[in-house]
């Protein structure tokens, strides 16, 4: 499993005009040659390569397919919003394990873990909420908000 853990305490990777616009060109099209990528930023096909090395093992970006749930038989999203007693980096780590859980996120407010899931039916969803996340120690409650339609979800926002 691939995790990202990001923290507002951590010192940002510096990055140029070049690599923003490296990094920008894969955002549009994850596919793209380095050899494209070259001729629109400026570089040989080598140093591209050399580049995007760098930046994925720095852990600034990650070259990834996004697929559409829905399509390989996955109808049912939600968001989980977890209210916890103790340690909410145990109870994180340990949603963080399960298969069903992409995305988890320490917050601040009325829930203290935020945990999108992804299942392949409400059966599914309900088996998960009852008998894995709840039965993590330290959860206190759940409340669940059930996706209906995905309105918007895009990876291109660039480097700013």
């Known amino acids: 499993m691939t995790t990202t853990t990001r923290t507002s305490a951590a010192k940002p990777y510096p990055l140029d005009a070049v690599s923003k616009a490296i990094i920008e060109q894969l955002q549009s099209d994850g596919r793209r040659s380095y050899a494209e990528i070259g001729k629109a930023v400026g570089l040989s096909e080598a140093a591209v390569r050399q580049r995007v090395q760098k930046l994925t093992d720095s852990g600034v970006m990650q070259v990834v397919a996004v697929t559409d749930p829905m399509q390989l038989g996955f109808f049912r999203q939600a968001m989980i919003g977890v209210r916890v007693t103790g340690d909410t980096t145990a109870v994180a780590e340990a949603l963080g394990d399960l ?4 995305y988890v996120v320490l917050t601040a407010g009325s829930f203290d873990i935020l945990a999108e899931v992804v299942c392949e039916n409400d059966d599914d969803l309900i088996e998960l ?9 330290g959860v206190l409650s759940t409340e669940t908000f059930v996706y209906l339609k995905l309105h918007k979800q895009l ?3 660039g480097t700013r």
Not at 99 to 102: I, K, M, R, T
Not at 129 to 137: C, D, G, S, V
């Open 99 to 102: 298969a069903a859980v992409d």
């Open 129 to 137: 909420l009852n008998k894995r996340i709840r039965a993590i120690p």
């Open 155 to 157: 990876y291109n926002w």
